[in-house]
C-alpha cells in the first residue's frame, strides 16, 4: 500500500536523507576514527564491538543508541519506519504520567492503529479490537499486545533483513577489520 514518496511528510523525506548521509559518511570514516577514538568534530560515537553485538539478539539492536538509529534508517528505506515509531511511541507512553494518558493514548491510536491512520502498523484484527476496547479506560498497559505483534513482526521479519543489509554487512566488515 506504497502511496510513494510524495506522500510523505517533507520533515520524513529531510530524516531519512539525514540518516542516510550520516551512516554514509560513518561507513565512510577512516580506520583510525571508527575504532573508537573520535575527532573532536564527530557526533557519533561507535564501539568498535558494537555493531558485533547486534547480531546477537534483536533486544541488543534496540538497546543501542547507535543500533536503533540505523536500523530505524533501513526501515525508513523500507518504507516501514512506522514499526518502529510505533513502538517507541509505546515505551514513551509507558512512562506517561496518569493525569496525561487519555490524550496521550487518543494521539497513538490515531496515528498507527485507527481505520485512517497516517502510520497505519500491521495488526491483525483482534488485535486492533482489543486495543480499541482498551481505549475506553486507558491504562500505561493498553498498547502491550499491538506492541508486542509488532516487535514480533520485527524481529522475525525486519531485524533478519537489516542484518543481511548491504549498510550492516559494511558496518559489521569494518568493525571485525577496525
Known sequence: MCRGLEALPITCLERAKELKALFGSLLHMSDHSFSGKPKKSEKLRLNVDEPLKWKESFEKLLSSQNGLCLFRAFLISEFSEENIAFYLACEEYRETKPSKLVIK???IYDEFIGSDAPREVNLDH???AITKENMEQPSQSCFNLAQAKIYNLMEKDCYPRFL????YL????KSKTG
Not at 543481511?164 to 549498510?167: A, Q
Not at 559494511?170 to 566488515?173: F, K, Q
Request: aromatic share 0%; proline share 0%.
Open 170 to 173: 559494511e558496518l559489521n566488515r
Open 164 to 167: 543481511k543489509s548491504s549498510t
Open 126 to 128: 483482534v488485535t486492533k
Open 105 to 107: 493514548a487518543k494521539k
